[in-house]
């Protein structure tokens, strides 16, 4: 599930100054050809209106 491209897009998206990418290369290679993208419920709307609310 972590093995997306989504997810290494955005790694590499939010590093301002220097990008350092240790990890096996075939590893990457997978990543960038996986264009799965599943939903992630990460239960940040909810906590977003719980904080709105207090």
């Known amino acids: ?25 075939e590893i990457a290679k997978f990543m960038i050809g996986n264009i799965d993208s599943k939903k992630r419920n990460t239960g940040l709307k909810y906590k977003l209106e719980k904080l709105n609310k207090e």
């Open 1 to 25: 599930m972590l093995l997306t491209r989504n997810l290494l897009y955005t790694g590499i998206t939010r590093a301002k100054k220097l990008l350092i990418i240790v990890g096996n290369i």
